[in-house]
């Protein structure tokens, strides 16, 4: 199961979920379409009943450099901001 945010996600016989990050060349930071991909495979993980286990792992040299600094300055209002980290919360 991969997405179009650079999120791959697997599943193995055991039910062992992973979960991979994967834009490295930005250092797989947490876009808006990354945290939406991320939210939507684990309710498909919740929704799994013989999920057992979630690994979140990451490709390149970073796990995750964070929020994408580039798309907050593009949207510098304050209800933005608390969207945006109440998302992750």
Do not use: W
Request: some cysteine; glycine content about 6%; hydrophobic content about 45%.
């Amino acid at each position: 199961m991969n997405t179009d945010a650079g999120l791959l996600h697997t599943r193995d016989d055991r039910g062992v979920h992973s979960l991979t990050l994967n834009t490295p060349r930005s250092f797989n930071v947490l876009s808006e379409a990354m945290l939406i991909a991320l939210q939507a495979a684990i309710d498909a993980v919740a929704a799994d009943p013989k999920a057992r286990l979630v690994v979140i792992g990451a490709s390149g040299k970073a796990f995750c450099a964070g929020h994408d600094l580039k798309e907050m300055k593009a949207n510098p209002e304050l209800t933005y901001y608390q969207a945006l980290f109440a998302r992750c919360s």
